[in-house]
């Protein structure tokens, strides 16, 4: 028996309405959950939060990053993904942690096992928060891009299996890898897909591992991702000056209407988020990017006829295989496989005029210049100091004798050796000649 209750002028059944009641609790269960992610964070009412969780399938979508990758994680605008690499490393990554846990921000770290080894506790921090886990090789050495292959496998599983020690629990591990330095090989690449393990890239870095102040971090994140627009974020949680500008980053992101995306890997249990393949492209509707090309491409040439033409023969190249070749305007001797000196072109005019040089006739010419032309003016008398050395020559001669030792051609000074004094404008003082030891010297 079906039961009719009268709802204004039409009358349904009470069970079409008892199950229409039951569709509402339903929706509204499954939407308390979203809400209190971002609304309901202990101690914050307004953190951050996560907005929502994306489950993806390593083994479908092997490789993520636009950094290196055409493909990334399926989000929608403005959703961002933050990861944290090298760690764990107290303080800093607890403080880290900490800031996470205040704003109710789930991320994603790359472990490196040898830190797992030594500092176990922080690994089991992260996961107790709630963390996604992935690894970051043992060693975290900055040669993946040229080291054997064997070597790159030693260091991924060496990485995973000291992660898996610390957390007592190789499940609690995400099927996430990212390949330090972002050096990758395709042999790395090759054999993490085989293993089931996605490799991870970046959609842009904040350069954290720099030397730079935490207040450069801060601009080039939010300043880069404003430029995407949404994307996987790459930072160390190993870095002071990421742990000191993180609370401000979470604060900004909220501000400027950001959403944070947890990813977790696909289980039994938890089946993959429905995705379309147009989804795991950063910017799908846009247009495609013209491709670069590492090495200059073959040009492509289109022939406009297709009519052949006929080969020159070897009389057309003028080739010299002779052992000798003379040629006509000089005695020239050339090589052999040498090409003939006359096929080279020779310049072309230049687009200035040349003046040519006008020859000088012979009735303009000067007469030969005299001698006396050549001839110095004499020069005005001046009296030296003689300083002689010791001599018979010097000794005889009489203090008022006159020696010249100018030169007749030269007219140059005239030197007198006399008792008087004569001084000429502008000069120094002339002293009276005398004999004394030593060279000739000009006062």
Known sequence: MINFVSVGHRARPLSVLASAFGLALLATSLLVPTAARADGCPGNPGALGTSRTLVIDPTEHTKVGTMQYSETLPLKDHEVVLTFDDGPLPPHSNQVLETLASECVKATFFIIGRMAHQFPDGVRRVRDAGHTIGTHSENHPL????????????????????????????????????????????????????????????????????????????????????????????????????????????????????????????????????????????????????????????????????????APGLEDTRYADDMTVFHRPRDRVFRPGRFAADTVPLPPEPLWPRSALKAVSPVNDLPAPDRSVFRAPPMPRAELKLMARHGTQHAQQSPSAKVDTAVETTGSIRVQPTTGHQQLPGSWPVTPIGLHRGPLTLR
């Not at 950001?258 to 950063?282: F, G, M, N, Q």
């Open 143 to 310: 040669s993946f891009n040229r080291m054997p292959v064997e070597r790159a496998m030693q260091e991924i599983n060496d990485g995973i299996e000291h992660t898996a020690a610390a957390l007592g629990d190789r499940s609690a591990i995400a099927p996430f890898f990212r390949i330090p330095g972002l050096l990758r090989a395709e042999g790395v690449e090759e054999y993490l897909a085989s293993q089931g393990i996605m490799t991870w890239s970046a959609d842009f870095p904040a350069d954290d591992w720099r030397h730079i102040s935490s207040a450069q971090v801060l601009h080039l994140a939010l300043t880069r991702l404003e430029a995407k627009g949404k994307g996987i974020l790459l930072l160390h949680d190993i870095q002071g000056r990421t742990s000191a500008m993180l609370p401000t980053l979470l604060r900004e992101l909220k501000a400027r209407g950001y959403k944070i995306v947890h990813v977790v890997p696909a289980t039994p249990d938890r089946p993959k988020t429905p995705t379309e393949p147009r989804d795991w492209l950063l910017h799908p509707d846009a247009a495609p990017a013209a491709a670069v090309a590492s090495w200059p491409a073959v040009p492509r040439f289109v022939y406009t006829q297709t009519g052949a033409m006929v």
